[in-house]
Structures are given as C-alpha cells and as structure tokens.
C-alpha cells in the first residue's frame, strides 16, 4: 500500500506526524510526503525511511480561489504521478483542496484530518471575515464528502460540525485525542527535590508560534505582574515569529526582553530539553485549537499547565472544577477564561505560594498523559480506521526519536 501524507507545513510532518508516518512504515506501506516546503531536514528524516519528500506551491496563510489553482495543478500533477493506493491529508488547505484534486486524479482513498480549526469558525469581527468563513465552510463541506474517513482531535469541533451539518452522514467520524506525544521522546523528568522551585525561583515556559491568539500578550502581561512582587520567578517564551495577521511584533518581544519581563529563546530544536529545565507550563490561548502539541509535551515531561478553558486547550487539564473566582483547578493544572491576565496571573502565584503543588500536579500531568495522549494509542485509532493490522512482530511506532521543534 502506498500512502501520500499531505500538509500545508513541512515542519508539522516531523513534529506532529513522524510517529504517524514510522508506523505506516512499520506496517509496509509506502510513503511519499508532500508540503509548501522542502526542507533538507524533512528529506532527510523521509528518506531514513524508505520513502521521499516532494514540494508542491501552496501559501499556508490565505485560501484565494482565483490564485491557487497553482496549488490544484501541482497536487493533480503529483497524484497522477506518484498514483498512491491512499491519501492522508491534514491542515485546512490540504484537507479543502487535497480530497477534492484526489478524487479527480483517480486516488482510490481518502482519508482527512482537521487538526484544529483556527480562525475558520470563530464569530468574525469584520465583513472581510465573515465572508472568507463563508467561503471556507462551504469548501470544507464539499470537500469533507469526498473523503472515506475523518478524524478530529477534540468533540468540541465534532460537536460543531455536526450541528453546522459539516460531515456526510456516510462517512465515518473519529475523535483522536490530538496528535498524541512519543512518551519516549519526552520523557518524565520529575521536579521532586529540585533546588529553584524549593528556593521560590519558579520558571514558567510558553512555547508556541508567536500570535497573539496563543496568549502570547496575555503570558507577558502576567509575568509583568509576578515579577513586581516575586522578581525571582523566571519566564520564558518558546517559538518563532509567523507571518500570520495575527501574530506578535519583533519590536514588542524586544520591549519585553529588554525591560526584563522575560527571556525569548526563538526556535527551538531541543523542546525536550528545555521543558525539563523548566517547572510550569503556561499557554493562555483562545485559538481555536485541535489539542495544542506543547502542552502535550509538557504533559508527558510531567509538568504543571495553566491554560484556558476553549476549545482544545481544555482538554490538557483533568477533571477541572470551580475555585474562588473563576480559576478551575484540576488536577494537573488550571483553566482561566481566555484573555484573562488576571487569572492567569492567580494561577502563577498559586504555584509560587505553594510549590510541593508543582511536583504534584507535574505527576498528574504524567499519567495523563500515559492514559490518555500517548501517541501509540493516537495512531492506532488512524491505523484501524486504515484497515492497518498491527505491524510485524518486534516493529514498533518508534524508531529513533523526531527532533523536537516549538512552534505548535
């Protein structure tokens, strides 16, 4: 069997889909990727497994019908050249344009994942925004009937979708718990005996893509108020600038690091490594999420979160209820309203005030992460659902680990 695995971002096939695409290799299938780049790191990691990496034109950050048929020529050129048995697409504009041109080309299956659904259905502020939605739901619609399967990351959406009349009544439905994380390649670093948290120098970490509808403004704001009064505490922001409208400045981030809010570490390879410096995961977003992949990691490294409770996000904090004000505390963690610095600020100084909570929640975060977000059981859904028995004996989904890349 032959699987062509198709993406808007080169990147996410390493970072959120490598152990998806060991475990296709595993079980003999044959794969060729496909994304807007051709990365040399993306070849490489392709090729260690016996199959290739092909670029096709495609910008990530707008749908225009009128200039993308660029992007449909390149995809049917590359369908009809490579003739896979089955189509495995996932982000908005391959899933919208990738089944369709599928169809067209004679590739006998298609299989759509929606990994998270942005800015496409969230209540638009201006005309320009209402009518792109409008446009997208209706692609999204016609495309979504020409798959035979598709998966969602969270029943938030499937809950949408359902109620907007999204999904065919004959296609199969899936709900994965995001795209799971290797518990091997973020390892549980326990925080028992650590010497800056028993000290009160507590390092809160964000790692995203910079954009303001991660929380990015609301993580600074927040540390901007802990520093005041426990100038001891550390933070540190993770990711790379976008391109995206909605991102945050250069300029913006520079005023932080220089007034000594907190440190900006850009893009990092070795996000493992850098969580288990840290104590306390933090990301703030009301972007409409799939499961956000950081907080995963962060999950399996065993650390404490705060985040919000939107679409997505809430799905990172087990069994949260009501405390004080508007806090929900779970056990690994809390949920503030999205764009609440306030909270979000209650919740660091929560954690600063009582640190053996660190270390517990942090080992909640584990076992959630083992019971519910281990990859290994992610893939199985997709892989069943494929009509993949499991792979030979001794093969496993996990060869050698993916490197690590923040930017979720």
């Known amino acids: 069997m032959k699987v062509l695995v198709l993406t808007a971002d080169a990147n996410t096939l390493i970072y959120h889909r490598g152990d998806l695409i060991r475990a296709l290799a595993a079980h003999g299938c044959g794969v060729v990727t496909s994304a807007a780049e051709d990365y040399e790191h993306v070849q490489k990691f392709v090729r260690g497994l016996g199959g290739r990496h092909v670029p096709v034109r495609m910008v990530r950050s707008r749908v225009n019908l009128l200039r993308d048929w660029i992007t449909w020529m390149d995809m049917f050129r590359l369908f009809r050249r490579e003739r896979p048995d089955a189509l495995f697409a996932y982000t908005i504009k391959s899933v919208v344009y990738g089944c369709v041109v599928a169809r067209l080309a004679g590739v006998p299956r298609v299989y759509a ?16 925004q209402a009518v792109v939605q409008w446009i997208s739901r209706l692609l999204h619609r016609f495309a979504l009937r020409r798959a035979d399967v598709i998966f969602m990351q969270n029943r938030d959406d499937l809950r949408l979708f359902t109620e907007m009349r999204m999904l065919p009544e004959d296609v199969p439905v899936h709900v994965t718990a995001g795209s799971g994380v290797n518990l091997e390649e973020y390892p549980h670093v326990p925080l028992a005996g650590d010497e800056a948290l028993a ?8 790692v995203s893509r910079l954009l303001i509808s991660k929380g990015v403004r609301v993580f600074a704001e927040a540390a ?7 100038p001891q505490a550390e933070f540190h922001l993770v990711g790379p600038f976008d391109p995206n409208p909605n991102r945050v400045g250069e300029a913006e981030v520079d005023e932080w690091v220089k007034e000594g809010t907190l440190v900006h570490h850009g893009m990092v390879r070795d996000v493992a490594g850098l969580l288990k410096t840290m104590h306390v995961f933090c990301l703030p977003t009301w972007y409409r999420e799939g499961v956000p992949h950081a907080t995963l990691e962060a999950l399996s490294t065993g650390r404490a979160v705060i985040t919000t409770d939107s679409v997505g996000a809430r799905e990172c904090v087990a069994a949260p209820h009501e405390e004080a004000g508007v806090l929900k505390r779970g056990s690994n963690g809390f949920l503030c309203p999205p764009r609440d610095v306030d909270a979000v600020a209650e919740a660091m100084r929560f954690f600063i005030e009582n640190p053996e ?19 290994r059981l992610v893939n199985r859904i997709i892989l069943d659902a494929m009509n993949l ?9 996990f060869a050698e680990p993916c490197p690590g890349m923040a930017g979720a």
């Open 224 to 230: 901007r108020r802990i520093k005041a009064r426990w």
């Open 199 to 206: 000290t009160g120098r507590l390092r809160f970490a964000l």
């Open 357 to 375: 909570q660190v270390v517990a929640m942090g080992l909640a975060s584990r076992r959630l992460a083992e019971q519910v977000f281990d990859v």
């Open 389 to 397: 028995s499991a792979p030979p004996s001794g093969q496993t989904n």
């Open 113 to 128: 994942l929606l990994p998270g659904l942005g800015f496409t259905f969230v209540k638009p502020e201006t005309l320009k």
